[in-house]
């Protein structure tokens, strides 16, 4: 038993000139959930007199948008269509399954129900064409008729309590496993099954999921009174506390869930409130000037006190003297708050690792590791080495020389190191061991001839 796509471009209207008969379905009231498809007789067909509840072989079925097809053999189902189009009927064939918007999900829903039954050709005693309404069944209104409890936290004192919450709105389902809700819910209806036959039952499971739908919101910083601006994550939360219920076991699920408005009672409005201050006058400004609006008051009471203004003030002072707090020590304690919050703002700078102090000026390093400022060297006595050779050469007892010989000690200048002047003007290069290659004065050029 199969189902094969027919490639017809007949209308409805003309459906029944083009098969023996045919099933087909006008466009499902809001309201029916499933319909039993009927057969209608071809105009040009000698059969006239068939079963309602037998599907002869070559007949055409139509799939409407936002309709799924069951075919049901012997209480069985043994095909799915949720595919738009229209399809023959052919009990030769394998049977198929076209599932269409309903996903892959529906193929393991069969698998779960049982094994397609084949009759080898012949026909069942009973078989029966179902259309299901899987567009968005909207517009289902609930109202709470018990309070909900919510738990509202107030971060900022670090305490929470439970309110009790009233709401009303809209709710709006859908069916998305067929197979599921014929086998588990509507089962061989005879004509149609509303969604009045059970709404009674998914209303009252759906108010029963708003206390675990709220507690997840709740847990997730989400106030009371900001729950009509949080309509998907509501969805999402109904959703998933009625996945067993309805989802795995009817094949509904949760579309969107609208909330119109919540509502506490007049005693939970007032613990809300205290809090609500106690959070409030955390801060020391707001409690001075909560104070000062409190003395303004009492200062006016103490003007107009029976006993007369001096006792009035008295007891004023009193009062306050007895409290040991004034708006003034509190304005103070709020200006240090708000520095230490600048401060904290701000941007630490790095401290930068102090560097050694800078040798002096005339300082030099011994050979010995020693710092020293005067000739000799005030660990081991050997003398201040000479400046770089720029000047001449270094003779071996630290002296300075521009000749050949040392003018301290008389030694020869040590070979390698020959100082040059001009023989031509005289001139003599800053450095004496690195002449140029042309005199800048005369432009003769340094050999050999002008070593000293």
């Known amino acids: 038993m199969g189902l094969l796509k027919a490639v017809l471009g007949a209308a409805s209207s003309t459906l029944a000139d083009q098969w023996k008969e045919f099933f087909y379905c006008e466009a499902l009231p809001p309201n029916v959930m499933v319909v039993k498809g009927q057969k209608v007789i071809g105009n040009k067909s000698s059969n006239k007199k068939g079963s309602d509840n037998i599907i002869t072989q070559g007949s055409g079925i139509v799939v409407a948008d936002g309709q799924c097809m069951i075919i049901v053999d012997q209480g069985r189902v043994v095909e799915i269509c949720a595919e738009p189009g229209e399809y023959t009927y052919d009990m030769s064939s394998e049977p198929s399954i076209f599932s269409g918007s309903l996903g892959t999900s529906i193929k393991e829903t069969f698998k779960t129900i049982g094994k397609r039954i084949a009759y080898g050709g012949d026909t069942g005693h009973d078989q029966r064409v179902y259309y299901f309404n899987i567009k968005e069944m909207i517009d289902n209104k609930f109202g709470t008729q018990n309070p909900i409890p919510f738990r509202v936290a107030y971060q900022d004192i670090g305490r929470s309590f439970t309110v009790g919450v009233r709401c009303n709105g809209v709710y709006s389902y859908k069916i998305v496993d067929p197979l599921l809700f014929y086998t588990n819910v509507c089962g061989n209806v005879s004509q149609q099954y509303t969604r009045a036959e059970i709404e009674n039952q998914l209303k009252s499971e759906f108010l029963s999921a708003l206390q675990p739908a709220f507690a997840k919101l709740s847990a997730g910083g989400i106030q009371y009174d900001q729950l009509p601006a949080h309509t998907l994550e509501i969805s999402d939360a109904m959703d998933e506390v009625l996945t067993k219920s309805w989802k795995e076991k009817r094949g509904l699920a949760i579309v969107s869930v609208a909330i119109n408005s919540t509502t506490i009672s007049p005693e939970d409005e007032k613990r809300i409130q205290k809090y609500e201050d106690l959070a409030w006058n955390r801060d020391p400004s707001n409690a001075a000037g909560v104070m000062v609006d409190a003395q303004a008051n ?70 010995c590791g020693t710092q020293n400022t005067g000739k000799f060297c005030l660990e081991c006595g050997k003398p201040k080495p000479a400046p770089a050779a720029a000047d001449g050469w270094t003779c071996k007892c630290g002296a300075v020389n521009k000749g050949k010989f040392c003018a301290e000690c008389g030694s020869p200048k040590p070979a390698g190191a020959p100082l040059y002047r001009c023989d031509k003007c005289g001139w003599e290069p800053k450095d004496p061991t690195k002449p140029p290659k042309f005199c800048p004065e005369c432009g003769d050029v340094f050999d050999d001839n002008d070593i000293k």
């Open 298 to 367: 009492a200062m006016q009471a103490a003007a107009s006190n029976a006993g007369g203004a001096m006792m009035g003030f008295m007891g004023m002072n009193m009062a306050q003297a007895a409290g040991g707090m004034n708006a003034q020590n509190l304005f103070q304690m709020g200006q240090q708050q708000a520095m230490q919050q600048q401060t904290m703002q701000q941007p630490q700078v790095q401290q930068q690792p102090q560097q050694p102090a800078a040798p002096a000026a005339n300082s030099w390093t011994c050979a």
